[in-house]
């Protein structure tokens, strides 16, 4: 079990390529941040003093104590903490003068589909089948659920693997993670049920939140051509069709309608067939009706507020007060401070 050092109001642990961080830099360290947010790489900065006060030398920046490509294991907590991320090392940033300081900072293993540009051809894949290749090619082990739709014939025209798999996500409303060495490629989860009830004055600190008229998107229209039939595919999207509205009595669209209609149409040329076409028009209609409502927050630190998950926000109304879809956190430990939880979310009815 890693070492334990307590900055001020929790604990945090460290661990570098399955070894305790040594207690001379973890008694040195002066600030630690992870963020994540879903399809982009989680990351961290771990600061610390680099003045050893005894011989006035220097430590931690021999490039043998941390180097790059180093992996970092992170636990945070109050009481206990908790796993929060594991990634590797891919920036050290020193600073010398009045701050004598070094910066850590690093990423989840999803930044190793940004390694280089590939032109590529898929023939007879699913996105699924896709994604979990490139996962595997990347040293991950894909955890996809099935796409359904087989594509004859797909292009990766001169882009990173995480540009091309983050396209094919978003034409489906998919999400990408990476949790330690395990890729995920599935649908967007703001349909799961809560995973944790946070109160306005109890639990928050503060909580804010923003409706938006929704300008596009009301009614989606996808039409492509079958080149082997030669006819044309069409399909709908519109009420009726949405994931869900997180216990919302009416959906972001349902109030936006009562201002205007706001239809769009998507012409794909690539669209498969009728059920691909019917895949693309609720992924567009579900992708905009997230825009509806926002929010974000603050609370003393809670390891357990991550992005991806659903969860119940009360003491803010009765139409506010309900489920919300965690998008992005921001977990940070400050010498001298405390820690504490921001975070950002979505909602698609109130």
């Keep these: 079990m890693a070492e334990e050092t307590q900055l001020s109001g929790g604990n945090v642990k460290i661990v570098l390529n399955g070894s305790d961080l040594s207690s001379e830099l973890f008694q040195a360290v002066s600030k630690v941040i992870v963020e994540d947010e879903i399809n982009l790489p ?63 900072r690093g990423f989840d293993r999803l930044y190793k589909l940004r390694f280089g540009k590939y032109r590529r051809s898929f023939l007879d894949m699913k996105d699924s089948d896709i994604a979990s290749s490139i996962a595997s090619d990347a040293g991950l082990s894909p955890e996809v659920e099935d796409t359904g739709t087989t594509h004859t014939y797909l292009f990766q025209n001169n882009q990173s693997n995480y540009d091309f798999l983050q396209a094919r996500a978003q034409r489906i409303d998919y999400e990408m993670m990476v949790q330690d060495k395990t890729f995920l490629f599935k649908p967007s989860q703001e349909d799961k049920a809560n995973e944790l009830t946070l109160e306005n004055g109890i639990d ?128 940070s430990f400050t010498l001298g401070g405390t820690y504490m939880t921001n975070f950002k979310v979505k909602r698609t009815g109130i």
């Design 204 to 331: 928050l600190e503060s909580f804010r939140t923003q409706l938006r008229l929704i300008t596009e998107g009301s009614e989606v229209e996808v039409r492509g051509w079958d080149i082997k039939n030669k006819e044309e595919i069409s399909s709908k999207a519109g009420a009726g069709s949405e994931r869900s509205k997180m216990g919302g009595d009416d959906s972001g669209f349902d109030l936006s309608e009562a201002v205007a209609a706001s239809p769009t149409a998507i012409v794909d040329h690539a669209v498969v067939d009728t059920t691909d076409a019917e895949n693309i028009g609720k992924a567009k209609y579900n992708s905009m009706i997230k825009q509806f409502m926002t929010g974000d927050g603050s609370l003393t630190g809670n390891p357990k507020i991550r992005a991806g998950k659903t969860i119940e926000i009360k003491g803010i109304g009765k139409r506010f007060s309900g489920l919300y879809y965690i998008t992005s956190s921001r977990h």
């Design 42 to 104: 989680s990351m961290f900065i771990i600061s610390f003093n680099i003045i050893d006060f005894e011989d006035q030398s220097y430590r931690g920046i021999d490039l043998d104590t941390f180097k790059l490509g180093d992996e970092i294991k992170i636990y945070m907590g109050m009481d206990n903490s908790e796993e929060m991320m594991v990634g590797e090392i891919t920036a050290l940033e020193p600073s010398f003068g009045v701050n004598n300081t070094m910066e850590v």
